[in-house]
């Protein structure tokens, strides 16, 4: 079962920063946050992920709370192209390392 | 960046066909490999794991017999749904890691599997 709540749906004006959050409270100290996206019919693609620290790579930023128990995905300057929906996963640290999804962000940016 | 190539990407057969999906990741060593399947306007939902050289394992309510899953290399894994029906169609997503760490999935493109 995935370990994270979003909010189901956010828009964002093209050009401005989308800010997408993240709940995993139940996180442990171990696990890492991860950062997907879905566009229409592709699988998804890898953004970003994180331990506690925040990161920065090309595409995104993470912010993780000082206490981890939540996270924000910030895309600096949204494009049309980031439509997309958004998931935050927290991996299931066992032999296996799955990722469960949860129901994830719809990102809709507005020209 | 890494990528996980699936084929075929689209597939459309009759009831009763037994249909195989087969997903490679083309540069670099995939020890893990999962399998998902995406209902329309629904999230992924994880079938199985597998590991390469061992037998797969399954999520609770997937069947094994119906979904056949083999991953023989390290660098391929295959799919068999088997007997397939109308109510197999979805959308087949498979993914690769490799045994470092914290390393991410990365996904195939996914299979559109169309039972008539």
């Known amino acids: 079962d995935a370990k994270t709540t979003q909010p189901p749906s956010m828009d964002c004006a093209e050009g401005r920063a989308a800010n997408l959050p993240c709940n995993h409270s139940t996180i442990s100290g171990n696990e890492y946050v991860y950062w997907y996206r879905q566009i229409h019919s592709q699988g998804p693609q890898y953004i970003i992920h994180g331990l506690k620290n925040n990161e920065t790579n090309e595409m995104a930023s993470l912010i993780i709370t000082e206490d981890r128990k939540s996270s924000t995905l910030i895309l600096p300057h949204a494009t049309l192209r980031d439509t997309a929906v958004y998931y935050c996963?927290?991996?299931?640290?066992?032999?296996?390392?799955?990722?469960?999804f949860g129901t994830g962000t719809s990102l809709t940016v507005i020209p | 960046g890494a990528v996980v190539s699936q084929h075929p990407s689209r597939v459309i057969c009759k009831s009763g066909t037994s249909v195989k999906i087969e997903c490679r990741s083309l540069d670099f060593q995939a020890t893990t490999m999962f399998w998902y399947r995406q209902f329309p306007k629904k999230s992924l939902m994880l079938m199985a794991t597998s590991n390469e050289g061992s037998k797969a394992t399954y999520e609770q309510g997937v069947e094994k017999d119906k979904f056949l899953i083999n991953h023989a290399s390290l660098t391929l894994s295959t799919l068999t749904v088997t007997s397939a029906h109308p109510e197999d169609s979805s959308f087949y997503i498979c993914?690769?890691?490799?045994?470092?760490?914290?390393?991410?999935?990365?996904f195939g493109d996914g299979t559109r599997l169309s039972i008539l």
């Open positions: 996963i927290v991996r299931v640290q066992n032999t296996g390392n799955q990722f469960y």
């Open positions: 993914s690769a890691r490799g045994s470092v760490g914290n390393q991410p999935q990365h």
